[in-house]
C-alpha cells in the first residue's frame, strides 16, 4: 500500500512571520493525521522557519527546487540540496511547470537535479504536465513521455525507488480548472505504466504519484479516491491553514 503524501508548494508566498503563524495554526488541525505524509515546501527563506515550528510533528519541510549539484561553487542564487538536506529538509520539488516556463528548465536539469537531491538524502517530488494546447492537440502522452525520458528514465532503479512523481496538468494550475478525477486517473495510470515499462512492476506498484493543479478541500475526496493518485500538490489552498488541513484530512 502506498502512504498518500500530501504537499503544499507556498510558490512565492510569505514572510518568516507569516510562516510561523500558519504552522500554529496547521499543525493541531494534522496532529491525528497518521493517514498520509504531509509536508509544505516554502521558500528558501522561510525554510529556518518551517523546520522550527515543525519539530517533534510528523510535517516535513522541502525546498521548491535546488542547484544540480552538492558540491558549494559560485552560482549566485542557487542553493545546493546538501545545502537543504542540513537546514533541515525532507523533500525538494523539481521541475515544476513554472520553472520550466520562467526559468528555463529542461528534462535535462531536471534529471541532473533529482540525482544531486537524492544523494544529498531528499525525497524528490519530480514534476511533469502537458500544456492546455497539449492535451486539446491530443499530445498528452508524447508529452509525458517525452519528459519521462528526459528527466526520469536516466536514474538508476535504486534512485528512481526514492522518488515522488508529481503530475501536475498546466492547464489546472492556478487556474481553478481541476482535472476531473476521470482524466487525473487516466494520466496517472499512463505514468505508471511508463514507469513499469523502464523500471518494471514493483517500482511501477510502489511510486507515489501526487496530482496538483486547482486542489481544494471540496474536490480531494473525488481524486484521492482513484486507485492511480496517491497524493496532491497544492499551491494556493496550502496558503491557509484550515484549507490545507481540509486537503489533509481528505
Ligand atoms: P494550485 O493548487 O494553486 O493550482 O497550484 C498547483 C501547483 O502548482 C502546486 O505545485
Not at 116 to 142: F, H, I, Q, Y
Not at 154 to 181: C, D, M, R
Not at 200 to 212: F, H, N, Q, S, T
Request: net charge negative.
Amino acid at each position: 500500500m502506498r502512504t498518500p503524501l500530501m504537499a503544499g508548494n507556498w510558490k512565492m508566498f510569505k514572510t518568516p512571520a507569516e510562516t510561523t503563524a500558519f504552522f500554529e495554526k496547521f499543525l493541531p488541525l494534522v496532529a491525528q493525521s497518521t493517514h498520509a505524509d504531509v509536508a509544505i515546501c516554502p521558500p528558501f527563506v522561510n525554510i529556518a522557519a518551517a523546520v522550527e515550528a515543525t519539530k517533534g510533528s510528523r510535517v516535513g519541510v522541502g525546498g521548491q527546487n535546488c542547484y544540480w549539484q552538492n558540491k558549494e561553487g559560485a552560482f549566485t542564487g542557487e542553493v545546493t540540496p546538501a545545502m537543504l538536506k542540513a537546514a533541515g529538509c525532507q523533500y525538494v520539488i523539481i521541475g515544476h511547470s513554472e520553472r520550466r516556463q520562467y526559468f528555463g528548465e529542461t528534462d535535462a536539469t531536471v534529471l541532473a537535479r533529482t540525482k544531486a537531491a537524492l544523494e544529498a538524502g531528499l525525497t524528490p517530488m519530480v514534476c511533469v504536465g502537458e500544456l492546455l494546447a497539449d492535451r486539446e492537440s491530443g499530445k498528452t502522452n508524447d508529452v509525458l513521455t517525452t519528459q519521462f525520458t528526459g528527466g526520469i528514465a536516466g536514474l538508476t532503479p535504486e534512485e528512481f525507488a526514492k522518488i515522488v512523481i508529481a503530475y501536475e496538468p498546466v492547464w489546472a494550475i492556478g487556474t481553478g480548472k481541476v482535472a476531473t478525477p476521470e482524466i487525473a486517473q487516466d494520466t496517472h495510470k499512463a505514468i505508471r505504466d511508463l514507469v513499469e515499462a523502464k523500471f518494471g512492476k514493483d517500482a511501477a506498484a510502489a511510486v507515489r504519484i501526487l496530482y496538483g493543479g486547482s486542489v481544494k478541500p471540496d474536490n480531494v475526496t473525488g481524486l484521492m479516491a482513484k486507485p492511480d493518485i496517491d497524493g496532491a500538490l497544492v499551491g494556493g489552498a496550502a496558503l491557509k491553514a484550515e484549507d490545507f488541513a481540509g486537503v489533509v484530512n481528505f
